[in-house]
């Protein structure tokens, strides 16, 4: 098993512009996580799904948008660019959402500069 | 509203010494605990978790932690630190409400002399 993979491993992105990061796990699990890790911070989350076709926000869900279209994909938009959104961000899966018997197992992460 | 405060951003050891990375949290309910690690480059990976039952949790690569409700923590230790042990360690709240969120600590990095 390949886990969970993340690509690509690092992007710079102008003001403004959009792109996509893709996240996808061969373990098939249910639950699907989007985190950001800013530098000093925990990580927050900001967006989850818990199958196919069904996705909800999480703490920090503003200018991203997510779409569940098959349990192995989780793929995060970002639409326009802002600074802010400068970042690490980690997929993560889990067979449970029971945290007595699920463990999220984390992809490697996207770096994200946006200038 | 649930919290978490890692006591010292940055903790250094000699190999071969105690490890106690340090855990508070804010709770009205005793939560789920976690203790996960992250090397460079490289996502999360959980070390331990306290669910319920006993208060002293092993975990993966000899850590372990207590929960102690009295002081609401969840100290990380180990007794010998070995040089493949530095790396970043994050400690994580979640309620028993059955919601999603996980509250996570800012991290502390662990440097190991040798």
């Known amino acids: 098993n390949a886990g969970v993979t993340q690509t690509p491993k690092f992007r710079i992105l102008k003001i403004g512009q959009s792109m996509t990061l893709q996240c996808t796990q061969d373990m098939n699990h249910n639950y699907m996580y989007w985190y950001r890790q800013d530098p000093g911070m925990g990580l927050k989350l900001i967006y989850y799904?818990?199958?196919?076709?069904?996705?909800d926000k999480g703490e920090v869900p503003n200018g991203y948008n997510v779409s569940r279209s098959t349990t192995e994909d989780f793929p995060l938009r970002l639409e326009l660019a802002a600074p802010s959104q400068t970042s690490v961000y980690f997929c993560?899966?889990?067979?449970?959402?029971?945290?007595?018997?699920?463990?999220?197992?984390f992809g490697p992460g996207t770096r994200l500069l946006v200038l | 509203a649930q919290s978490v405060t890692q006591l010292g951003s940055h903790v250094s050891v000699s190999e071969g010494a105690l490890v106690l990375l340090r855990c508070n949290y804010s709770s009205s309910v005793p939560p789920y605990l976690f203790w996960y690690v992250q090397y460079p480059n490289q996502g999360l990976q959980l070390l331990l978790k306290y669910t319920t039952g006993a208060t002293l949790v092993k975990g993966i690569n000899g850590f372990e932690a207590e929960f102690k409700k009295s002081e609401t923590s969840f100290h990380l230790t180990k007794p010998s630190a070995h040089m493949s042990d530095a790396a970043e360690y994050f400690c994580a709240v979640r309620g028993r409400g059955g919601g999603f969120k996980t509250i996570f600590g800012a991290g502390t990095r662990l440097f190991v002399k040798a």
């Open positions: 993560a899966s889990s067979t449970s959402r029971n945290p007595a018997q699920e463990t999220q197992y």
């Open positions: 799904s818990v199958g196919a076709g069904i996705t």
